[in-house]
């Protein structure tokens, strides 16, 4: 890697230009080539050799290969909501991260990803030892989709080691050792999610859900009320909040619910299919086998899918109005 970067950047340039002479080396097709890959936070080697890379990982190797060339770049965290990836009680925040160069008042953002040019003020310094917490984080989660649970909580039991004030990672642990049969440990693990981050609204989400898999239902149902709020972008929160309000027999509150998580994400399977329960829960039998087709045609097998199909063919609801 020494190697290969002697030959390409040279040291002698001044600071900014060494930056872009490395940023051009290491994307462009004449150069390293790297692609844009989710789903893999690899390490500076592993990115070098694969050509591929999330933001974080091709910010360890830009951070890596800056720091050779005697420059001081270091880990930014861009601030802008997180992208939510969910499966089952597996809610993972995928933040974005760059690196930077200079003071505050002046910064340099380097970019890798394709999208809009952010401002320096819209980052803030990110320490390298929350970096590596999210290194392990991520790796944890990556492993937990992949279904290796073993693995995952290996990885996360170290990331809330390296930092205990990243929430994200205790949220991770949490789902890793209920999955493994651990509800006690999962509620010490999102409470202490909570303790870091009072923001963190997918750890009480998964706090609830766990309260009440173990029959604490009116805690569970507390805790949800908490996420009823303007500034929850989270359309799996309010789809657990919507079942809880069909649960409990308040089918207007469900649609109500429903309708904020489709409108965070209408795109997703599980909202439309949502929608299809709630038109159900009016008797309107005609409204919700369209929402059928819609999420269907989304993601056939998706449980919430499932669910609703199961209703329809059992002939819950009335034929009530169309439309």
Known sequence: ???????????????EARIRALLK??????????????GFTGTASEVFASGE?????FTHLFVGMGRELGLDVYYLEVERPPHIDQEGDLVVLWEHVTAGYGPAATRLVLEFAAGPRLAASAT?????????????SNRGAETLLAGRLDEARGWLEVAVVLD???SHAWLNLGVARRRGGDPEGAEAAYRRAIAADS???????????LLRLRGQRDASRE????????????????????DESLDAGRPQDAKRFYRRAYALDSRAAATIASLGLAALAEGRRDRALRWLERAARREPEHPRVERLRRKLEQGEGGEGPGG
């Open 25 to 38: 080396a290491l994307v462009s097709e004449e150069g390293l080539g790297l692609r844009y890959t989710s």
């Open 223 to 242: 805790i949800l009320k908490l996420l009823d709020r303007r500034d929850n972008r989270d359309p799996y929160i309010f789809l657990a909040l919507g």
């Open 53 to 57: 890379a999330n933001c974080l990982s």
């Open 164 to 166: 205990p004030g990243w």
């Open 1 to 15: 890697m020494r190697a290969w970067l002697a030959g390409r950047v040279d040291p002698k340039l001044p600071p």
């Open 199 to 209: 923001g963190n609204l997918e750890a009480y989400h998964n706090l609830a859900l």
């Open 124 to 136: 803030r310094r990110l320490s390298e030892r929350t970096a590596l917490a999210m290194h392990y």
